[in-house]
């Protein structure tokens, strides 16, 4: 059996990999406002915590990215009859990078909204016993050198309800 912190982080990957959704919203916002923003293709969703000075190193990985990881699992048992029942962090991290610091900084909002609007449209029971009621936290650091010259991160975090025997 998948272990549970892999499973529900596959699970929220796949909301914006089926039928294209974060090229599809990217492309959606950004065709709404008259700018162009580079989509985010499903090939550059990825199941992994490393950090972006290390996934760097790995040729397959490109920009602009998501990374989809569990950051945090706690079992309260919340069910008495339920041997897991808690919560569960799934983090997805947005990566970005630009030869100019202001088209980082302009294409993380159109990226942080592409992934919340899909978040949004997802609230609900995801199966096998995992939940997501829909809330979600965005945390964006601040821009700085790398990548092809910027590069920028923000973290989207959203708790998933689990309960399973």
Known sequence: MTPITLEAAKKIATLFTNNSAIEVEVNSIATGSSYIVPVIPVSQVYLSSTPVNMADMQQQLGYPRLSVFCSRFVNQHREKFRSLSGTLA????????????????????????????????????????????GTYQVDVQLAQAGGS??????QVTCELGVSRN
Request: aromatic share 12%.
């Open 90 to 133: 799934i983090t997805v991290e947005i990566a970005v990078t630009a030869d100019l610091v202001d088209l980082v900084e302009n294409w993380m909002h159109y990226y942080v909204e592409a992934v919340s609007n899909i978040l949004r449209k997802s609230a609900g029971d995801l199966g096998d016993g995992v939940f997501f009621p």
């Open 149 to 154: 010259g910027f590069l920028q991160l923000a």
